[in-house]
């Protein structure tokens, strides 16, 4: 049996569950697993900061949909990690962090860069490890990628104290997995899968309410087989863009607080939720007891907590997206396609009297709705496109046709400002045959923008639109609404010269502040692959984000514009 020490078995471990590459930050607890990386088949990028490596790795699992991995140390370095736990732990994103730790003989002493790591992390993790004996690390490592990546996805992390990493072991080849209290369901129940579908056959306004469980399941076949068989009109949520093409007939788009009209009216009037791979989100649902108040509502999910917890539905199905679609269709079986005749027109004609829209002068001010629309244009939507949070990440959804699974990447659950450069730097490195172009706000690339010099240091040329209104445009527009246009902290200013920082971090800045320099700019950035691409597009600070639902309100009150509030009424139904 082969002798080494338990670093060189955590890195061999890593090499056995396939790891290509890993996104960290080195230090003194960790020290000892750095050096066997470098004789190892890994790829190592070197973050500037944690939270970058992080999001690096949430970045590096949505693009591939592989389980991405990041390294720290102790401390501070596992500290710095919290934030891209608790988004992958939010938005069911597979990754396996590994903490280093200080030595057992010293845990609970206070010692130099010390941490409860385990502790800390417990709420914003599935699930974690301390080890104690370096002959468990090969079969813990094997444990924690299976638990990260299947069921609900999301992170795991192995916290390793420093003489555990330098203490002697011999390998043993993981075996196969025995966790009696971890089974995940993956076929619903075939009783409940025949109610689904006699409910579906029978109801008049059917929508399919689906979200990110159908791209972490590999759903969207299916989905979209299921939804023709059944000539269901579909809206994606936030997290589910790309599970179905925005570009077919039964497509209504987005659903919530900055949705369509079209998506948020159907659901209000439908009288049947088909639900799969969605939590009811309170950015969709506003206030729970006035959402979907007509409609019976089927749930489907890989995770029994969200089964009720914020809707009691009438047919509660606990399973693998992909899995019970593909029941779902097996059930439905030589039935005919329902005409809906009067339903379909219905949401026709809501999405020809209520589109998404905006106003571009020739002259300007720049809207970022525009910027949006011509990167779509000018790239033919084959793109993988990366949001922060805030109006920019809402603009990025409604205005880009997404047409495919996997090509759309944001922080949904926990709204992690800073959340775009690195994980679009993370889906750069896992796809480096694909254009990856993040769509950031000033607010957003100020938080981590550093993480640039990793991409210019490792060769990783993916490119950055940044919509510079100079401001956080989504607390201003609050302010602007409900506030009185009182707005406090939430002016950044124009000090910061974006081209000359994207240069000083070793990246190609580009800018502009027209409409008509828009295009040309976005062709200069697309010709440039050999290293990172920075542009700046100075939008108009007063834009606002519209359709919008305030929160906490109903879905029946949808305001479409600064001047303009449109109310539901039971008239509308067909």
């Not at 988004?87 to 860069?113: E, R």
């Not at 790309?242 to 209504?252: E, K, N, R, V």
């Not at 124009?494 to 502040?513: P, S």
């Amino acid at each position: 049996m082969t002798t080494m020490t338990g670093a060189q078995a955590l890195i061999k471990a890593l090499e056995h569950e396939g790891v290509d590459i890993a996104f960290g930050v080195p230090g003194g607890a960790i020290l000892p697993a750095y050096d066997p990386i470098l004789d190892s088949s890994i790829r190592h990028v070197l973050a500037r900061h944690e939270q970058g490596a992080g999001h690096m790795a949430e970045g590096y699992a949505w693009a591939t949909g592989k389980v991405g991995v990041c390294i720290a140390t102790s401390g501070p370095g596992a500290t710095n990690l919290v934030t891209p736990l608790a988004d992958a732990l939010m938005d069911s994103v597979p990754i396996v962090a590994i903490t280093g730790q200080v030595p057992t003989g010293a845990v609970g002493n206070d010692a130099f860069q010390e941490a409860y790591t385990t502790g800390i992390t417990m709420p914003a993790t599935k699930h974690n490890y301390f080890v104690t004996d370096p002959d468990e690390i090969p079969q813990l490592v094997h444990e924690a990628f299976h638990i990260a990546s299947t069921g609900r996805p999301g992170p795991v992390l192995l916290d390793l104290p420093k003489d555990i990493l330098n203490a002697t072991t011999t390998w043993h080849t993981p075996v196969d997995l025995s966790l009696p209290g971890y089974r995940p369901t993956v076929d619903g129940h075939p009783l409940r899968v025949r109610e689904a579908v006699e409910m579906i056959a029978a109801a008049e306004r059917p929508v399919l309410y689906v979200g990110g469980g159908i791209i972490k399941a590999n759903g969207a076949g299916e989905l979209r087989r299921f939804a023709e068989l059944t000539n269901v009109p579909v809206t994606t949520t936030l997290m589910g863009r790309g599970a179905f093409p925005d570009a077919h007939p039964l497509a209504m788009g987005m659903p919530g607080m900055h949705g369509t009209y079209t998506a948020i009216t159907a659901i209000q009037k439908s009288d049947l939720l088909i639900s799969i791979g969605v939590r009811f989100d309170d950015r969709v649902t506003g206030n729970p007891s006035t959402f979907a108040p007509h409609a019976k509502v089927i749930h489907v999910d890989v995770d029994p907590a969200e089964i009720g917890k914020v809707r009691v539905p009438e047919v509660p199905i606990v399973g693998d997206a992909r899995a019970v679609l593909a029941q779902l269709i097996e059930a439905w079986g030589e039935r005919p396609t329902p005409e809906r005749t009067a339903w379909r027109e219905t949401v026709r004609g809501w999405q020809r009297d209520h589109p998404l829209r905006y106003q571009q002068s020739p002259d300007g001010p720049l809207k970022p709705q525009y910027v949006v629309e011509e990167l779509h244009r000018i790239t033919g939507g084959d793109a993988i496109v990366v949001a922060g949070v805030g109006q920019h990440q809402m603009w990025a959804s409604q205005f880009w046709q997404f047409n495919h699974p996997r090509r759309w990447i944001n922080s949904g659950g926990l709204g992690t400002m800073g959340f775009a450069v690195p994980a679009a730097i993370g889906a750069k490195a896992g796809m480096p045959d694909e254009l990856v172009y993040a769509i950031d706000g000033d607010g957003c690339f100020q938080m981590t923008s550093q993480e640039l010099i990793t991409a210019a240091t490792d060769g990783i040329p993916v490119k950055v639109a940044i919509m510079n209104n100079g401001v956080h445009g989504m607390v201003t527009q609050w302010q602007r609404l409900f506030y009185n246009n009182r707005f406090s902290a939430s002016q950044l200013g124009n000090m910061v010269d974006y081209v000359k920082l994207a240069e000083a971090m070793g990246c190609v800045g580009l800018r502009a502040d027209s409409p008509d320099e828009v295009a040309p700019t976005i062709e200069k950035s697309l010709s440039i692959n050999d290293r990172p691409v920075v542009v700046e597009f100075v939008v108009d600070p007063e834009e606002m984000v519209f359709p919008m639902v305030p929160a906490g309100g109903s879905n029946d009150d949808v305001i479409l514009g600064p001047t303009e509030r449109v109310i539901t009424a039971a008239s509308d139904l067909p």
